[in-house]
């Protein structure tokens, strides 16, 4: 979250609801998994600690923020780290499948042939996406993230479909 906040900011001054427009024309939503009422504690954290600045404190509570060169370190930190370091994707499913053998057959099927529908929907869906984003103001490699979501999506629907023929084949779990 802090890079995406210190990204958001890059391109100048903003208050909150600024940031939180800015991530939606990226489609941050989509693929970062943002709370977009963090983004408030978050500008809030990164001016105490100096990565930011407040150049307006307006009325009704509405206050804009600005990078301090601190926080375009510190994005340029991250933002080259994040480039370089391949982490572990925490995903649910992939705990739930460790216990897969504490499910019944019927069970599994159904969870699999459901996760199935959902996955096909997902991907046909962001197939459809492509390009809407530029509309809005997003530079064309935001579609980037799309690519990779729907990669990662077509992925895991191979592996689902596959389980099934196991499972109904009895040779899972």
């Given at each position: 979250?802090?890079?995406?906040?210190?990204?958001?900011?890059?391109?100048?001054?903003?208050?909150?609801?600024?940031?939180?427009?800015?991530?939606?024309?990226?489609?941050?939503?989509?693929?970062?998994?943002?709370?977009?009422?963090?983004?408030?504690h978050g500008l809030g954290k990164m001016a105490d600690e100096g990565l930011l600045e407040i150049v307006e404190a307006g009325k009704?509570?509405?206050?804009?923020?600005?990078?301090?060169?601190?926080?375009?370190?510190?994005?340029?930190?991250?933002l080259v780290t994040a480039w370089h370091e391949v982490k572990p994707i925490v995903d649910p499913f992939q705990v739930a499948l460790?216990?897969?053998?504490?499910?019944?057959?019927?069970?599994?099927?159904?969870?699999?042939?459901?996760?199935?529908?959902?996955?096909?929907?997902?991907?046909?869906?962001?197939?459809?996406?492509?390009?809407?984003?530029?509309?809005?103001?997003?530079?064309?490699?935001?579609?980037?993230?799309?690519?990779?979501?729907?990669?990662?999506?077509?992925?895991?629907?191979?592996?689902?479909?596959?389980?099934?023929?196991?499972?109904?084949?009895?040779?899972?779990?």
């Amino acid at each position: 979250m802090r890079i995406l906040i210190l990204g958001a900011l890059l391109d100048g001054p903003m208050n909150g609801y600024g940031v939180r427009r800015r991530l939606e024309t990226m489609g941050a939503d989509n693929w970062a998994n943002v709370a977009f009422g963090s983004i408030y504690h978050g500008l809030g954290k990164m001016a105490d600690e100096g990565l930011l600045e407040i150049v307006e404190a307006g009325k009704g509570g509405k206050v804009v923020y600005a990078l301090t060169e601190t926080g375009r370190a510190d994005f340029h930190r991250m933002l080259v780290t994040a480039w370089h370091e391949v982490k572990p994707i925490v995903d649910p499913f992939q705990v739930a499948l460790t216990f897969m053998d504490r499910l019944e057959k019927q069970e599994i099927l159904d969870a699999l042939y459901g996760r199935m529908t959902q996955l096909k929907t997902s991907v046909e869906t962001i197939g459809h996406i492509f390009g809407a984003k530029q509309r809005y103001g997003a530079p064309q490699h935001v579609d980037e993230n799309l690519r990779l979501t729907r990669a990662m999506l077509q992925a895991q629907l191979d592996w689902v479909e596959k389980a099934i023929k196991q499972v109904e084949a009895d040779e899972l779990p």
